[in-house]
């Protein structure tokens, strides 16, 4: 089965740094999202992407996050001046068109101390 | 604020027997639902989706759907210990349009004794 695919699996990093977490999602899928978890926490929805741009965010997505499509294939979202509270599992996912299924990559795990 | 909730848990089952996981949600004009299986330190798997009122069943899965009480869930058949998880209920307004934009409950974790 294709894979969505993340790195790192593990970024640390100091309070206020800025920090890129990369996705490859799925070759043909055309939507793309950012989740995140807290441990112990729900999954909740950032930001989704559609045709180079973003569709629709949460309140969670204020100025210090953005998201990219550089290259066609890679997603990236960017974490401009990190908190403590940015500490979470980071999830991208994508999807190939409506209510298809939607596949998750594997996180990145992000610790800012 | 929409909100989806479910039973944290844990619920404990033995191995062979039917595991009840239910799920409730406010916002009204949801459209698309979906149980999604969360192994620990795992990403969220797709079990099921459902759209209309009334079963779907796959496998040894069943989702069941009411609007009119905003009500979700899903039933396990023959439970195994491989299916010990924490279960995501998950809501999207959307229609016709993609399924991400997602509002997760927290999950209720499953044990399945052998």
């Known amino acids: 089965e294709p894979e969505v695919t993340q790195t790192p699996s593990h970024q640390v990093t100091q309070m206020g740094q800025e920090v890129i977490l990369r996705c490859v999602p799925i070759?043909?899928?055309?939507?793309f999202y950012w989740y995140r978890q807290i441990l112990g926490q729900k999954v909740e929805f950032l930001v989704s992407f559609y045709n180079n741009e973003i569709s629709e965010k949460s309140e969670i997505f204020d100025d210090q996050f953005s998201v990219e499509r550089p290259d066609g294939s890679n997603f990236t979202l960017k974490i401009r001046s990190t908190k403590l509270e940015d500490s979470a599992m980071y999830f991208c996912?994508?999807?190939?068109?409506?209510?298809?299924?939607?596949?998750f990559g594997s996180g990145t795990q992000l610790s800012v101390l | 604020q929409k909100e989806v909730e479910q039973n944290s848990g844990p619920l404990s089952v033995p191995e062979g027997a039917i595991a009840s996981l239910n799920c409730t949600y406010s916002d009204r004009v949801s459209q698309s639902f979906f149980w999604y299986r969360q192994y620990s330190g795992k990403s969220p798997e797709l079990i099921m989706s459902?759209?209309?009122?009334g079963d779907k069943e796959d496998g040894r899965f069943t989702a069941q759907l009411n609007k009119a009480s905003q009500y979700v869930s899903l039933l396990i058949r023959d439970s195994q210990p491989s299916d010990s998880a924490t279960y995501l209920c998950?809501?999207?307004?959307?229609?016709?349009?993609?399924?991400?934009?997602?509002?997760f409950g927290k999950g209720t974790k499953l044990s399945v004794k052998p």
């Open positions: 996912a994508s999807e190939h068109s409506t209510n298809e299924k939607l596949f």
């Open positions: 998950a809501v999207t307004s959307n229609y016709g349009g993609s399924q991400g934009n997602l509002i």
């Open positions: 459902i759209y209309s009122n």
């Open positions: 070759s043909n899928h055309l939507y």
